[in-house]
């Protein structure tokens, strides 16, 4: 039941932020290209958090532990902060 309402929040940011870029581009962008935008920005900054908690974890000695609890995987982290 939680993971239907996480659906509607995410799927009425996607369709409200789709709006206002192309209210705020003029109708420049499509309806498809706003959506792209939308969920790509949404996707980074999910990773940027993790990435940012997965660190501070890390500094407390407790990243093994965060990667279960968030069902992450230890070598793509330590993959990125190679990055």
């Known amino acids: 039941m939680a993971e239907l309402a996480l659906i509607g929040a995410d799927i009425q940011e996607v369709i409200g932020s789709e709006i206002a870029i192309k209210i705020l581009s003029n109708g420049f962008f499509p309806i498809w290209a706003g959506v792209v935008i939308t969920t790509s920005d949404c996707d980074h900054l999910a ?3 993790a990435y940012e908690a997965w660190k501070e974890a890390e500094r407390d000695v407790a990243g093994y532990e965060y990667y279960w609890k968030n069902f992450l995987s230890a070598q ?4 990125t902060d190679a990055l």
């Not at 793509?76 to 993959?79: E, G, N, P």
């Open 47 to 49: 990773l940027v958090r």
């Open 76 to 79: 793509s982290m330590k993959a």
